[in-house]
């Protein structure tokens, strides 16, 4: 195990982060032809000439990517490009069978934008979007023989065409991130508004939302670093853990008086530690060229208003709605914010209950903390919006105390079965009644003279002697601030 790695700004370095995320659009069919997109079916059974690279076919666009496309541009706040085209950009790897990707280079669909942020210590900090542009997706290697799954070590690769041509929308970022911590909270919140736009699964597991990171470090003021490019972080962890390792190695190699060289560098979270790849091509190197066989698209203001009126609430929207319309404090909002099907839990809750400050403390509360303990989303849970509505209901009518209620939760979320039948079956309920409330303490006043004449004379304290004496009389279930007004009533 190697130590915590010390911040850069601790060891009096900065660092300069700037992220690329690639989202698989969730459109029907590819980007380029008519095959459906798949996840998980039997390798290259979603192919085609197209896709293939055969010669002589013609690609087409697909509208559906351009309106995704479109809604993930506008979403982050950038311009639209009026007229955007496609290059080909070309490399050769055994994914890429045509040997160039269509993409987009100096026309952009979107550029200029921004995402504001919300950091873990509740500031919030701006981060550019350099710009928004479509690509094609390549196919997927599979390395076989090897004990890592990675190509060094392996006997053989084989190659599924299935994912080739599926419709990509990268996103860059400005080099505004200064911390492993800041990337974090910038791709939870990220990932969080494309879900909300409904244009991607945003699986990071599955590869439909995938980050790169480009990194470099200077001391303050100077100008920037070498950077290097961390590929392919598969999870938010990694993404942490892979910029402090490389932040930590690019400082350790210049205070060891060495350069930085450009290059394309691997996070393996098994060691923590970083390796090189490939020394990192530059934009020339990919001869950039219009392809030839697509028209330009034209995104007029019509088109474009369009798609703004498709657009949802978006989180930082939502978050000073719930805010303002449920007074909120600003962090729950935020948390019921950034996750939809939560927010929208919460809302139904609210208008079931009434109460929206109770509700806002169940869903963040005992809510949250059992879709979290069963790893299941909103929509999986065993307690529906009426049933966790009825439940409430029985808190706020003093049938159960705040206690109890967490215990017919729990019994609701493994049997399925609804509050009022939990209650009924293990004989819970709290005593309500004023009559058999009266009883009790009526006897027990009478079997403690001596205290309750204390009481009478001002010893307020004693109080909490009778009150603790009904407690244990009724097993705990005596509704405590009933019992208190009785008691006073009663000694009085
Ligand atoms: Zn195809």
Same mark, same amino acid.
């Given at each position: 195990?190697?130590?915590?790695?010390?911040?850069?700004t601790?060891?009096?370095?900065?660092?300069?982060?700037?992220?690329?995320?690639?989202?698989q659009?969730?459109?029907?069919?590819?980007?380029f032809?008519?095959?459906?997109?798949?996840?998980?079916?039997?390798?290259n059974?979603?192919v085609?000439?197209?896709?293939?690279?055969?010669?002589?076919?013609?690609?087409?666009?697909?509208?559906k990517?351009?309106?995704?496309?479109?809604?993930?541009?506008?979403?982050?706040?950038?311009s639209?490009?009026?007229?955007?085209?496609?290059?080909?950009?070309?490399?050769?790897?055994?994914?890429?069978?045509?040997?160039?990707?269509?993409s987009?280079?100096?026309?952009?669909?979107?550029?200029?934008?921004?995402?504001?942020?919300e950091?873990?210590?509740g500031?919030n900090? &701006?981060?550019?979007i350099?710009?928004?542009?479509? *690509?094609?997706? %390549?196919g997927?290697? $599979? !390395?076989?023989?090897g #004990?890592? /799954?990675?190509i060094?070590?392996a006997?053989?690769?084989?190659v599924?065409?299935?994912?080739?041509?599926?419709?990509?929308?990268?996103?860059?970022t400005?080099?505004d991130?200064?911390?492993?911590?800041?990337?974090?909270?910038f791709?939870?919140?990220?990932?969080s508004?494309?879900?909300?736009?409904?244009?991607?699964?945003?699986?990071?597991?599955?590869?439909?939302?995938?980050?790169d990171?480009?990194?470099?470090?200077?001391?303050?003021?100077?100008?920037?670093?070498?950077?290097?490019?961390?590929?392919?972080?598969?999870?938010?962890?990694?993404?942490?853990?892979?910029?402090e390792?490389?932040?930590? &190695?690019?400082i350790?190699?210049?205070?060891?008086? *060495?350069?930085? %060289?450009?290059?394309? $560098? !691997?996070?393996?979270? #098994?060691? /923590?530690?970083?390796?090189?790849?490939?020394?990192k091509?530059?934009?020339?190197?990919?001869?950039?060229?219009?392809?030839?066989?697509?028209?330009?698209?034209?995104?007029d203001?019509?088109?474009?208003?369009?798609?703004?009126?498709t657009?949802?609430?978006?989180?930082?929207?939502?978050?000073e709605?719930l805010?303002?319309?449920?007074g909120?404090?600003?962090?729950?909002?935020?948390?019921?914010?950034?996750?939809?099907?939560?927010?929208?839990?919460?809302?139904?809750l609210?208008?079931?209950?009434?109460d929206?400050?109770?509700?806002?403390?169940?869903?963040?509360?005992?809510?949250?903390?059992?879709?979290?303990?069963a790893?299941?989303?909103?929509?999986?849970?065993?307690?529906?919006?009426?049933?966790?509505?009825?439940?409430?209901?029985?808190?706020?009518?003093?049938?159960?105390?705040?206690?109890?209620?967490?215990?017919?939760?729990?019994?609701?979320?493994?049997?399925g079965?609804?509050?009022?039948?939990?209650?009924?079956?293990?004989?819970?309920?709290?005593?309500?009644?004023?009559?058999?409330?009266?009883?009790?303490?009526?006897?027990?006043?009478?079997?403690?003279?001596?205290?309750?004449e204390?009481?009478r004379?001002?010893?307020?304290?004693?109080?909490?002697?009778f009150?603790?004496?009904?407690?244990?009389?009724?097993?705990?279930?005596?509704?405590?601030?009933?019992?208190?007004?009785?008691?006073?009533?009663?000694?009085?």
């Open positions: 195990m190697s130590a915590q790695p010390r911040s850069a601790d060891r009096g370095w900065e660092a300069v982060i700037g992220l690329e995320i690639h989202v659009l969730s459109t029907r069919t590819k980007m032809c008519g095959c459906e997109l798949s996840f998980g079916d039997p390798p059974t979603h085609c000439p197209v896709c293939l690279g055969h010669p002589g076919v013609l690609p087409v666009t697909n509208e990517a351009i309106e995704y496309a479109t809604r993930v541009a506008l979403a982050l706040n950038c639209i490009a009026e007229r955007t085209i496609f290059h080909r950009k070309n490399y050769f790897y055994p994914d890429l069978p045509k040997a160039y990707q269509i987009q280079y100096d026309l952009p669909i979107g550029i200029g934008g921004h995402l504001d942020v950091l873990d210590d500031s900090m &701006r981060v550019g350099t710009r928004v542009h479509m *690509e094609e997706d %390549a997927k290697l $599979v !390395h076989a023989g #004990a890592s /799954g990675r060094d070590g006997d053989y690769s084989l599924d065409f299935n994912r080739g041509g599926t419709p990509l929308v990268e996103i860059v400005e080099p991130i200064s911390t492993p911590d800041q990337a974090r909270s791709l939870t919140q990220l990932r508004l494309v879900e909300q736009l409904g244009v991607s699964d945003v699986n990071m597991e599955e590869g439909s939302l995938r980050c990171a480009n990194v470099s470090v200077r001391k303050p003021g100077d100008p920037l670093g070498t950077k290097t490019e961390l590929k392919n972080m598969n999870s938010f962890r990694f993404l942490h853990r892979g910029l390792a490389e932040i930590e &190695r690019q350790d190699s210049l205070e060891f008086g *060495e350069r930085i %060289a450009q290059a394309t $560098v !691997h996070f393996d979270p #098994a060691t /923590g530690t970083v390796s090189s790849l490939r020394s091509e530059e934009a020339h190197d990919y001869r950039y060229f219009p392809e030839p066989d697509l028209p330009p698209i034209e995104l203001e019509a088109y474009v208003g369009k798609v703004r009126q657009l949802p609430e978006l989180p930082a929207a939502r978050k709605r805010a303002g319309q449920y909120l404090a600003p962090k729950d909002a935020g948390s019921l914010s950034s996750n939809k099907r939560l927010g929208d839990y919460f809302e139904a609210a208008a079931a209950t009434g929206a400050r109770t509700s806002a403390n169940w869903v963040l509360g005992d809510f949250s903390a059992y879709l979290n303990a790893c299941i989303d909103v929509t999986q849970s065993a307690v529906s919006v009426t049933a966790l509505a009825e439940l409430l209901g029985l808190v706020a009518d003093g049938t159960l105390s705040g206690k109890m209620a967490k215990e017919v939760f729990e019994a609701m979320t493994t049997s079965k609804d509050a009022k039948t939990i209650v009924a079956e293990k004989g819970l309920g709290q005593i309500s009644d004023a009559g058999e409330l009266e009883g009790i303490i009526a006897r027990l006043v009478a079997a403690n003279p001596g205290p309750a204390e009481f004379q001002g010893r307020e304290k004693v109080l909490g002697f009150v603790g004496q009904v407690m244990k009389e009724t097993k705990g279930q005596a509704n405590p601030a009933m019992v208190n007004e009785l008691l006073r009533k009663y000694l009085a």
